[in-house]
């Protein structure tokens, strides 16, 4: 027979109110505290989380969508979401969408099901509909590195004009003017790419439509657009890339290709995950301050979820431009 909370309180020698406390986070003696967790880890003990929201209690666990996995930033911002939440005595359970909306969907009603007392929606989250039903339920949700400016929602987002604005300006200095940008369907790349437009137009440079290119954002498809941009007849002489996945995917095309880094082809990415660091040569990229944000995000969650703040907030950080050796002076020959 699977051991209760009656068996707990018994053998800890507290009430039951006290082991209650203790599974919800609430304040209670040290010595109480340790004894009672000592006896549920004797006892196996595992309070039923679907019985704690049945009863109107909360369940601490925490919903969060994010995109893609595969992603090394995404994985990034999924594990110190979850440090914080433990942190902060909450459970996280993850589902990755694949950017799909029919996914966002099921994964939403899924999770509520679970009776999770809250939502992280990451990245470019599509599914507007089911932001707005999250909402008119009273759901706390918070969004993570994306926005829905429609909606009265509290989110925590890198300033992407800013990053793309100062890619471009660090190339243009270098004496670049052919500058392609490979892009996701992404709110977040949109962003960049005004930053990117604003930059060259502030240097009176032209904005040609035809250098920026639109990926799925998987690497496969990042190669594809590469090489594509750099069997035109009018190569580009740098690459931007909305993200560092795409970034090196144009590394390894562009090696394929006989080109050296940053010699004759300047490559910036975004996003300053592990990969910027260990690729040969080191990427220039712009670092996204992913421990504040996600820190933030869980914080502003749980507040929502304790009922401490109802004024929805949105907050927008500085990204930071890294330069490595993936950008160079642009070669006199390759100029416009």
Do not use: W
Not at 148 to 169: I, K, N, Q, R, W
Not at 263 to 268: E, N, R, V
Not at 301 to 330: A, D, F, H, W
């Amino acid at each position: 027979m699977k051991p209760t909370i009656y068996d707990v309180a018994e053998k800890a020698g507290v009430s039951i109110a006290t082991v209650s406390y203790v599974m919800n986070n609430q304040k209670v003696g040290k010595k109480s505290k340790e004894k009672v967790l000592k006896v549920m880890e004797e006892l196996n003990y595992k309070p039923s989380v679907l019985a704690s929201a049945l009863t109107g209690k909360r369940t601490t666990t925490i919903g969060f969508l994010l995109p893609d996995l595969a992603n090394p930033f995404v994985a990034g911002m999924a594990r110190r979401v979850e440090d914080r939440a433990h942190e902060r005595g909450f459970n996280v359970v993850i589902c990755s969408t694949d950017f799909d909306e029919g996914k966002e969907a099921l994964y939403t009603s899924l999770l509520k099901q679970k009776s999770v007392d809250g939502f992280i929606l990451a990245g470019d989250f599509k599914n507007a509909a089911v932001v707005r039903e999250l909402l008119q339920e009273y759901t706390p949700v918070v969004l993570l590195a994306a926005s829905h400016p429609s909606l009265s929602v509290t989110s925590v987002t890198v300033d992407d004009f800013a990053g793309g604005y100062e890619v471009a300006s660090h190339l243009i200095s270098l004496g670049h003017e052919k500058i392609a940008v490979i892009a996701e369907d992404a709110a977040s790349s949109q962003g960049r790419i005004h930053g990117y437009k604003q930059a060259l137009q502030d240097q009176g440079l032209e904005i040609r439509e035809d250098m920026i290119v639109i990926s799925n954002s998987s690497s496969e498809d990042g190669e594809r657009l590469a090489e594509k941009l750099l069997d035109r007849s009018d190569p580009p002489t740098a690459i931007f890339a909305c993200n560092d996945l795409l970034a090196i995917a144009s590394i390894l095309v562009a090696r394929k290709k006989g080109l050296r880094i940053p010699d004759d082809l300047s490559i910036a990415g975004f996003d300053n995950t592990l990969l910027s660091r260990s690729s040969d040569p080191p990427l220039t990229t712009v670092e996204q301050p992913v421990q504040d944000m996600c820190s933030q995000v869980v914080d502003l969650l749980i507040e929502e979820i304790e009922g401490k703040s109802k004024t929805k907030q949105r907050i927008v950080m500085l990204p930071k431009l890294m330069i490595r050796n993936s950008t160079g002076v642009c070669p006199l020959e390759n100029k416009v």
